[in-house]
C-alpha cells in the first residue's frame, strides 16, 4: 500500500455516547454534527443509509431491516452503545411527495422496531427540517 494522506488516529477502543440513524442527505450532515455535539454525544457509531428510518419501518427488502439491525446490534456489542438517536429528515428522497408527519410515523415505528429487538437501547426520534431539529414525542 503507498500513503495517500497522514492523519493520527485514536487507536484504543471507545464506549460510544450514542448509535445515530440517519438519512446520507448531505443537507442535513451539519446540522446534525452540531445537534449531536450540542448534545454532548462526540463519539457515535452514525448509520447513514438513504431514506433511515425507512430501513426499518417499510424497507423495500426484508434484508434491509435485517441488515440495519445488525449494524445497531454491532454498535451495542463493540461499542457498548445504550442511547440511539434515529432521525428523518424533510424532502427525503426515500419518501418522494411524503408529509413529515408520515416520515415521523416511520421514525417512531423504527424505534419500535429497534427496542424489540435491543432491548437495552434508548431511543430518542427526531425529525430534521431546514431551520433545525425536532423531537418525535
Ligand atoms: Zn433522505
Do not use: G, L
Given at each position: 500500500m503507498e500513503k495517500a494522506f497522514h492523519f493520527d488516529s485514536p487507536a484504543e477502543v471507545y464506549k460510544a455516547d450514542a448509535c445515530v440513524l440517519s438519512?446520507?442527505?448531505?443537507?442535513f450532515i451539519l446540522a446534525i454534527r452540531k445537534f449531536l455535539r450540542r448534545r454532548g454525544l462526540g463519539a457515535v457509531d452514525h448509520i447513514q443509509i438513504p431514506g433511515s428510518a425507512k430501513a426499518l419501518?417499510?424497507?423495500?427488502?426484508?434484508s434491509d431491516r435485517d441488515f440495519v439491525l445488525s449494524m445497531v446490534c454491532a454498535s451495542v456489542r463493540l461499542?457498548?452503545?445504550?442511547r440511539m438517536l434515529i432521525l428523518g429528515h424533510n424532502e427525503c428522497g426515500a419518501y418522494p411527495g411524503a408529509s413529515p408527519e408520515t416520515v415521523a410515523a416511520d421514525v417512531a415505528r423504527a424505534a419500535e422496531i429497534v427496542r424489540a429487538a435491543e432491548p437495552s437501547l434508548t431511543v430518542e426520534c427526531y425529525f430534521c427540517d431546514f431551520d433545525g431539529v425536532y423531537r418525535i414525542s
Open positions: 438519512c446520507f442527505d448531505y443537507r419501518a417499510a424497507p423495500d427488502r426484508e461499542h457498548a452503545s445504550e
